[in-house]
Structures are given as C-alpha cells and as structure tokens.
C-alpha cells in the first residue's frame, strides 16, 4: 500500500532561456503505478547552453509518451536523439504538426551534421533516429479529447503561434479523486493570419487548473512593439536601395510575402519591383502553405506577392548580388546564421543605401544578434572576416509569434479557477517580470518560476510542494 490517497505530479524542466524547451512529468498513482510524459524535446540554441545538447536528464526508454506543441526546432530539435537513448513510445502532435514535422527534422540533422563535420565531431543523432521519430508520430485533431495511457487524458487547442501550433491540455484521472488538470501552453499567441484560433473553451477555462505559461515577451507590452517594417521597405525603394529582409523559414517567411503584398496593393511598394525569396527550407514551408491542407484559410491561400522570384542555387544568387538595381531579397535565416543569409550579409552589410531588417527574435551569439549590437561604421568579424558596417540595421518584433506581457495577463485572467501558474520558456528576467505582474494582476492560488532551479509537485488541489532540481 502507499502512503497517499490521490495522485499527485511532478512538472520539471530543461531550460532556463528561450530555447532546449523540454518538460517532464512525472505522474504518481495510488496504486503504486508512476507514469512519465515528456512535452516538447528542443534543442538548445543559445551558446551558452549549447553543450546541454547532449545531456538528456530522463531515461527515454521510461517515457510512455511525448507530447509535441509546435515544430519550432527548439520545441521538437531533440526528439531524435531521444529516439537514439532508446524512447520507442507514441508521440502525440496536432495533424498540421504531423506533416511539418519530418521536414523540420529532416532540416534541423542537415544544419547539425553539417556543424558537427566542421568541428570534426560526431552527431548528436543519425538520419535513422530521424525516421524512427517519424515513425512514432500520432496525429491529433484539435479538441478532441484522447487517451494516451490509462488515467490520462490530453486534448490539443488551438494556438495562434505558428501553423499546427497547440495548446496542450493533460489531465490526470483518478477513481474516487478528483482530476488534476494541467495546460501547457507551448509559444503563444492567440491569433495568426493565415488561420482562425478560436477562444479557449469554456469548459477547460472553469477548471480548477494549473497552467504551465511561456514568457518570451514577459519583460513587454504589446505597445512597446515598434511597428517600422512598411515604413522602412518603403524608404529604403523610395531610395533606389537593396533590402535584405531576413525571415524564419516557416511562419515568418509566409507572413513577410503576405505583408510585401499588401503593400504593393495599397501603393506602398513599386510592383516592378523583384522579391528574391531565398531558403530552400522557405520555399519548401511556403508550397506546403499553398497544397497541403494546413488547415489554412481559403482567402489566404493567395498571398504571394507579384513579381516574386523563388532562387535556386548560388549562381542565382551571385547574379543577384552583382545586380544593384533596387530590390527585395527575403531569405534564410532568421537570426542571419545559417542559410543564404550566411552569403547575403557579408556582402550587404558593407553597402550604403542598403536595408538589412531582421524580423523576428535574435538571440545572444547569433549573427543577427552581432549586427544589430554593432555601431554605424564599426568594424564587424564574420568568420574571420573584418567588414565595416555601412547598411543600415533595423529590426522589429511586430510580427512576433509571441504573447506579450499585457496580452499573457489577458490570456491567464480568462481561466476562472487557477490553482497555480509556473512561468516557463523565457530569460530569467523576465520570468520574474511576468510573475511579480501576474500576483498582482490574475487570480491564481500560486504562481511560481519553472526553470532548472526548481521543479513543482502539484495535485488536484494545485501546488504541493516546490523541490529543488538535481540536475548536473
Ligand atoms: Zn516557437
């Protein structure tokens, strides 16, 4: 027999910055029985935390199912190598999610293997454990509820992040106890373009809920975020310039063509004007967007703009950059490291009269990140090149994916019943930020900081007990 009466869970996680997003959770039953899920399984991108790459702090042949929120690398980079230490279990995505998922990984072992090569090093997985994951894929339809083991039941909701995007609902059933519930919202936000995100449902909004919030944008109102893209297109054309628009290559990019479009419609941009699109993996998402049932809206389907011409290959883009007549040159990466972006910026960066505008998070260590940090006619080092920058650097974070403080608050204040929140997938900062603005703002029993320092036990009833980590 054991010691306690109802189940209770432990919810841990792997990251204290904004990328290597991975949770645990480890359920204990009455019955003795422990269940252990994982959600989300990224890889780390911020130097720092790099070397976290290849630590796994569970043993994945005990997992008896994943659940995935989004095919952002930083939510699912790692589910290969989880597949490598032995996990051989079910993996539970949104159907969008399903089909993105193989191109995302497939991508993310050509970036790693291509790295670890250059440093003479091995892997972290093989193109094997890349099938194996595809493998094990389950799709989920939005709001229905399922059952992936005994007394537990999930049920996906639709998120506005990014296509195929959920929040996760997990709730822990129990005879003659009542249920714990747990949301994990993954990257949030409550609306997109290119696809309708319906309200929370009432039904999970009246639970007495934990709920497991990320907090990117925790340090920020949504009316802090400059809006200067149009503006800054439309100088750098009125101008005769070149604007080299970097883009993530699934959301981002399709957004960027969307918005280029609907300033050519409203006369803000010369249609005669040539859009570049460049990234293999960006063309690729986009042909997705427009065949393969999304679950895109259908007046969306047309967002490309005029005069829009899809690269192929380096010769293009040497004809290209030899060009100087005004243009827009929309590529890969986002944070300017990998990709065409590697052969634009360096050559870009020394031109006056030249625009380069990132358009979504940079983190520390990137490239991006260096720029936009670096003084007007400064020295820049890009791998062991010294180049002055003369471009002019812009960036913006209007088309952000994320929620930002007042609308995370707005988000939580709609939950009628919360037991606990514990802030997650944001710097320490602004974890902090978001949770001192929550006590005050939002009626939660509990609010606390998901990070490596400590890790929750939560029950029916919500928060046990905090336990410190033991992670190495
Ligand atoms: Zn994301």
Not at 45 to 68: A, C, S, V
Not at 102 to 129: I, M, Q, W
Not at 317 to 344: H, L
Not at 442 to 464: M, P, T
Request: charged share 25%; proline share 4%; hydrophobic share 35%.
């Amino acid at each position: 027999m054991s010691s306690f009466s109802r189940p209770y869970v432990d919810i841990m996680a792997w990251n204290d910055g904004v990328t290597g997003s991975c949770k645990l959770g480890v359920i204990k039953f009455p019955n003795g029985k422990t269940v252990r899920f994982v959600l989300d399984c990224g890889l780390f991108q911020e130097r720092e935390f790099e070397e976290l790459n290849h630590k796994l702090p569970f043993r994945p042949e005990n997992i008896d199912f994943t659940l995935i929120t989004h095919v952002h690398v930083d939510h699912i980079g790692r589910l290969p190598f989880m597949a490598k230490k032995g996990y051989s279990n079910r993996i539970y995505a949104s159907e969008p999610t399903c089909k993105l998922l193989p191109v995302a990984l497939g991508d993310s072992y050509k970036v790693l293997s291509s790295f670890a090569k250059r440093k003479n090093e091995k892997c972290l997985y093989t193109e094997d454990d890349v099938s194996k994951i595809n493998s094990l894929l389950q799709p989920c339809e939005y709001g229905k509820t399922f059952s992936p083991i005994d007394n537990v039941k999930v049920t996906f909701l639709k998120n506005g992040h990014l296509i195929g995007a959920a929040v996760i609902l997990v709730q822990i059933c129990y005879p003659g106890c009542d249920n714990i519930n747990l949301l994990f919202t993954g990257d949030y936000n409550s609306k997109n373009i290119f696809f309708n995100v319906p309200k929370i449902p009432k039904w999970v909004r009246e639970l007495p809920i934990t709920i497991v919030q990320e907090s990117t944008y925790g340090y920020m109102d949504s009316t802090e975020v400059r809006k200067c893209f149009k503006k800054n297109i439309k100088k750098c054309m009125d101008n005769q310039g070149i604007a080299l628009v970097l883009v993530f290559s699934l959301g981002r990019a399709q957004e960027i063509l969307y918005k280029l479009r609907k300033m050519q419609e409203e006369g803000k941009l010369d249609e005669h004007i040539p859009i570049y699109f460049d990234g293999k993996l960006a063309i690729l998402y986009t042909n997705m967007y427009l065949n393969e049932e999304l679950g895109i809206k259908p007046e969306m389907l047309d967002f490309l703009p005029k005069n829009l011409i899809f690269v192929n290959g380096g010769e293009n883009r040497k004809s290209i950059m030899e060009d100087d007549n005004p243009k827009i040159i929309v590529s890969t990466s986002g944070m300017g490291t990998y990709g065409p972006a590697q052969t634009y910026i360096p050559e870009y960066i020394a031109r006056k009269n030249t625009l380069i505008h990132f358009t979504g998070y940079t983190a520390e260590g990137t490239l991006g990140y260096k720029l936009k940090n670096a003084e007007q006619d400064g020295i820049i080092e890009i791998r062991g090149v010294y180049i002055k920058k003369r471009a002019q650097v812009e960036y913006t974070s209007e088309d952000s994916a994320h929620a930002k403080a007042d609308q995370i608050i707005k988000f939580l204040q709609q939950f009628t019943n919360v037991k606990l929140i514990l802030f997650d997938h944001g710097t320490n900062d602004s974890k902090k930020t978001i949770a001192e603005r929550a006590a005050r703002e939002v009626e939660a029993k509990h609010i606390g900081i998901l990070g490596r320092q400590y890790c929750f036990r939560v029950d029916s009833y919500g928060l046990v007990k905090t336990l410190s980590t033991k992670f190495e």
